[in-house]
């Protein structure tokens, strides 16, 4: 392994480093909801990570202004006009063209509030989308070589030899189930850029025939693997806001509609929902029929796994769908332990497979006893408020909940607070 070492290179140094969905999303936004104005916002879970004074400010700013400087690439371009991923022909040359000369990422403000930063993107949904897992992966990284500081070359290397062990353990554990499936999905809080591209380098050595692929465009691009990802729950937050209260729980199947109708004849990779953004019990109650007959998933992202799966495999059979001819795929801060345990839970009652995060391409915890703050820790950007209105996320774990309080509360009496609980957030 190249050695990983403090460096001014900067961390994004290509607007294909970012989650691939955000362009799956992002030729939707493109094609339906071009006008809609946005506010994005970076949300710290854990107010007891003092953000503010662990990562210098000037720092982060350089980043930031950094990443406003790229542009994508007339081979970058080509790359997603011509990649494999759901079929190929995936993007259209409108989108395309869009993207070649149309996208920016939009001015950012940056304030200390206390031991936190407000950091806050404005303007065209279409073009502000693309900050958030950039902007995650920034802060992620500067963190990490904050808490890093102190260290000697020679301790540096080996906290890096002592989480490579812990990586290969993990995928050893998982390599001794040959059907069991996994793809990366890390960028967004990995440890660094650098980190994140050697872990996929030991998933494709160890795990070759179960590790499906990269939310992370650029290394899907560098390594020739398959890029991953379809939507997030940012569709369907910011498209409720937008609408009358009246409407507001029909949104959550109109998203679907569309998205259907945008890559219709793609792969059915492609139709995989997700249910959880205002509960995923209230979602499948009111959920149409072609869900289970026409779509080929359903992604689990909060609340309890192995309560939710079964209630998927429920509402399937209720519609006359068969469960193994579908997919469940976990992506809920998972571990190599949870993901054994749900795969022998529903493997052969129902497709399985997960998506692989933070504990993944950032698992530095208790490698050293006097750095306790070398985590992962929750960190999110996410919409907060559509044509200034405010945006709201419910959730299946009220802890993931976002909006605020008073909103949440008016969602709760639109939604409902069924199949809600309270659950740790890990990262």
């Known amino acids: 392994m190249k050695r990983i070492t403090k460096t001014e290179t900067p961390i994004i140094r290509s607007l294909l ?228 209260d009246g409407w507001k729980v029909r949104v959550q199947y109109e998203v679907t509609e569309r998205w259907q109708a945008l890559y219709r004849g793609k792969s059915p990779n492609l139709l995989v929902f997700l249910p959880d953004t205002y509960g995923t019990a209230q979602f499948l109650k009111r959920a149409p029929e072609r869900l289970a007959r026409e779509w080929k998933g359903f992604r689990q992202d909060s609340g309890n796994p192995e309560r939710t799966a079964e209630r998927y495999i429920g509402w399937l059979r209720k519609h006359g769908a068969n469960p193994r001819e579908r997919l469940i795929i976990f992506s809920d801060g998972l571990n190599e332990d949870e993901m054994l345990h749900l795969h022998k839970r529903f493997s052969g009652e129902i497709g399985v497979a997960f998506g692989w995060g933070t504990l993944l391409t950032n698992d530095f915890r208790g490698i050293r006893s006097d750095l306790p703050l070398l985590r992962p820790f929750s960190l999110v950007c996410k919409a907060t408020h559509a044509n200034r209105r405010p945006v709201v996320k419910l959730s299946d774990n009220v802890q993931k909940a976002t909006g605020p309080v008073f909103e949440v509360e008016r969602y709760l009496r639109i939604f409902g607070r069924n199949g809600r609980e309270d659950r740790t957030v890990l990262v």
Request: glycine share 4%; with cysteine; hydrophobic share 40%.
């Open 17 to 244: 480093d970012i989650d691939f969905y955000k362009f799956t999303m992002g030729q939707f936004i493109h094609r339906f909801y071009p006008d809609i104005e946005t506010t994005f916002e970076l949300i710290n879970r854990e107010r007891d990570i003092p953000l503010s004074r662990i990562v210098p400010e000037s720092a982060l700013r350089r980043e930031l202004d950094h990443a406003r400087t790229l542009r994508l690439t007339d081979e970058e371009v080509r790359f997603l006009r011509e990649t494999e991923a759901y079929g190929g022909n995936l993007f259209s040359e409108e989108y395309l063209d869009f993207l070649r000369n149309g996208l920016t990422l939009p001015p950012y403000r940056l304030e200390r509030k206390k031991e936190q930063y407000l950091l806050r993107f404005d303007g065209p949904w279409k073009t502000v989308t693309f900050w958030e897992t950039i902007a995650l992966a920034i802060v992620s990284e500067l963190y990490s070589r904050s808490i890093m500081a102190p260290l000697s070359e020679n301790e540096r290397r080996n906290v890096y030899a002592v989480a490579q062990e812990r990586i290969a353990r993990k995928l050893d554990a998982l390599a001794g189930i040959p059907d069991l499936r996994f793809a990366d999905f890390g960028q967004r809080r990995r440890h660094s850029g650098d980190w994140q591209r050697e872990v996929v380098r030991m998933c494709l050595e160890q795990t070759r025939s179960q590790f499906i692929g990269t939310s992370n465009t650029l290394l899907a691009k560098e390594m020739r693997i398959p890029s991953v990802g379809t939507n997030a729950h940012e569709l369907p937050m910011i498209l409720t806001a937008v609408a009358e």
